[in-house]
């Protein structure tokens, strides 16, 4: 369930379509866990989001994003359910975060840790029969029936 950044010349070479393929190298089968690599550059509306490697370096290439874009005084980084891989080699523990702050919007590795500035942001599985009652607002937010 790795996600390779390619650190070699040619952001071409990478694409969300491959970051794909490393994520299906291990298959989630539970109802709730963490969002993809992949999910959230998905939900970038720019045309310049392309992969992880763009993410991680080109912080504005994945925003105008409704899972990364919170505004610019806030300040959200939130871990996925991907591993981090070089085609270097040599890295074990690092792991894919989606951040927001004031002058960034992507998704960029960094080591797994506890210290609060990274939290888990669960996904749940719904199922095709599942209903919803409410707007989605904060005055009336979803809630599962």
């Given at each position: 369930?790795?996600?390779?950044?390619?650190?070699?010349?040619?952001?071409?070479?990478?694409?969300?379509e491959?970051?794909?393929?490393?994520?299906?190298?291990?298959?989630?089968?539970?109802?709730?866990?963490?969002?993809?690599?992949?999910?959230?550059?998905?939900?970038s509306?720019?045309?310049?989001?392309?992969?992880?490697?763009?993410?991680?370096s080109?912080?504005?290439?994945?925003?105008?994003?409704?899972?990364?874009?919170?505004?610019?005084a806030?300040?959200?980084?939130?871990?996925?359910?991907?591993?981090?891989?070089?085609?270097?080699g040599?890295?074990?523990?690092?792991v894919?975060?989606?951040?927001?702050?004031?002058?960034?919007?992507?998704?960029y590795?960094?080591?797994?840790?506890?210290?609060?500035?990274?939290?888990?942001?669960?996904?749940i599985f719904?199922?095709?029969?599942?209903t919803l009652?409410?707007?989605?607002?904060?005055e009336?937010?979803?809630?599962?029936?």
């Open positions: 369930m790795a996600v390779e950044f390619l650190n070699r010349s040619g952001d071409e070479v990478d694409s969300i491959k970051n794909i393929v490393g994520e299906k190298m291990y298959q989630w089968t539970g109802n709730v866990g963490l969002a993809n690599v992949s999910d959230i550059l998905r939900a509306t720019n045309p310049l989001c392309t992969s992880a490697t763009t993410s991680n080109d912080s504005d290439a994945c925003n105008s994003n409704y899972l990364l874009d919170k505004g610019a806030s300040t959200l980084s939130y871990w996925t359910i991907n591993a981090y891989s070089s085609e270097s040599g890295n074990a523990t690092p894919w975060h989606g951040i927001v702050n004031s002058s960034n919007a992507s998704v590795y960094n080591y797994a840790s506890t210290d609060g500035n990274d939290a888990p942001r669960p996904v719904l199922k095709s029969n599942t009652n409410g707007s989605g607002t904060l009336d937010p979803f809630t599962i029936v």
